[in-house]
Nanobody, 117 residues
């Protein structure tokens, strides 16, 4: 059993910033790669950022240079610092983690980010 708790979404004006958090808990299995995805109405889910246990990161093209992903392995928590937000960043942001030896997928419930113009 893996529990994911996301927080930090909200309403912000274009050009503003938000910070998302995703706290993962598992009594038995290791938390491996952690990622943020987002899904806007009528659009496909897209990768925002991913980070390995070693700290290697990868970003979707739409957010490169504006978003920064980080994690604290001691508490299995991932963060997403979002700067220079644009209206097109409006979406539900979902946390994804890979767990255990088989890299099983777990998803959070999502947090809404709305950027007004």
């Amino acid at each position: 059993q893996v529990d994911l708790v996301e927080s930090g979404g909200g309403l912000v004006q274009a050009g503003g910033s938000l910070r998302l958090s995703c706290a993962a808990s598992s009594r038995r299995f290791s938390i491996n790669r952690m990622s943020w995805y987002r899904q806007a109405p009528g659009k496909q889910r897209e990768l925002v950022a991913t980070i390995t246990t070693g700290g290697s990161t990868n970003y979707g093209d739409a957010v490169k240079g504006r978003f920064t992903v980080s994690r604290d392995n001691a508490v299995n928590t991932m963060y997403l610092e979002m700067n220079t937000l644009k209206p097109e960043d409006t979406a539900v942001y979902l946390c994804n983690v890979k767990v255990g030896l088989r890299d099983a997928d777990y998803w959070g419930q999502g947090t809404q980010v709305t950027v007004s113009s």
